[in-house]
Structure formats: C-alpha cells, structure tokens
Nanobody, 122 residues
Framework: QVQLVESGGGLVQPGGSLRLSCAAS????????MSWYRQAPGSERELLCA????????SCVDSVKDRFFISRDNTKKTAYLQMNNLKPEDTAVYHC???????????????WGQGTWVTVST
C-alpha cells in the first residue's frame, strides 16, 4: 500500500523553525522526486519545494526559497522540509507528494490525507 505520512507540524511563534517529515512506504522511494505543498484556509494548494530522485535540481518557489529547504534520506525513505523564520502567512496544512516521470502519487482531485498543520502565531 502506497503511503505518504507527514509529521512535524505544530504551533510556533513568528521567527521560529520547524522540520516537517514525509515518511514514504509502498513504493521505490529512491526513484521518485519528492515535493512539498501547502494549503492555507480558503486558499488553493501551492507547490513549495521539490527535490529530484538523484542529483541536484532542488528548487523552491520565490516566496520561501530563502527560508525553506527540502531534503531527503533515501535510507529512511523520508523527505524533509526545514522551515526557518516562519511567518504568520506560513500557517497552513502541509503535504508531500511523490512523482515518477511526471506521474504523481497524489493527484489534484485525489485524497491528500490529513497532512501536518503548521500554525505560526504569538
């Protein structure tokens, strides 16, 4: 059974940091590109960062690229999102996704599961 399980969210003050984890199972993790998304209340889901299966090519959108960092550990079948200098506008539910040759495990209209909530507030 293919699974992507996010964890590591929580309540953090502005300026704080969190590291999210995405534990993968049921597929060949090392062969898949991984990505992180978020969806704030009342907003569309947005892509944040992506990391290929091999090599360089890590990328993040401009709004977070100086604060968020994506990484992966193939031995642990886990992808991470390090988030620094968090802002209230980072409050959202965060999800990961996996893709092989352009085919994503989680689709636009599919079930993305609970994800992990990040709340940035005083």
């Amino acid at each position: 059974q293919v699974q992507l399980v996010e964890s590591g969210g929580g309540l953090v003050q502005p300026g704080g940091s969190l590291r999210l984890s995405c534990a993968a199972s049921g597929f060949s993790f090392k062969d898949y590109a991984m990505s992180w998304y978020r969806q704030a209340p009342g907003s569309e889901r947005e892509l944040l960062c992506a990391i290929p299966s091999v090599g360089n090519g890590i990328s993040c959108v401009d709004s977070v690229k100086d604060r968020f960092f994506i990484s992966r550990d193939n031995t642990k079948k886990t992808a991470y999102l390090q988030m620094n200098n968090l802002k209230p506008e980072d409050t959202a539910v965060y999800h990961c996704n996996a893709a092989l040759k352009g085919t994503f495990l989680r689709t636009v209209s599919g079930d993305w599961g609970q994800g992990t909530w990040v709340t940035v507030s005083t």
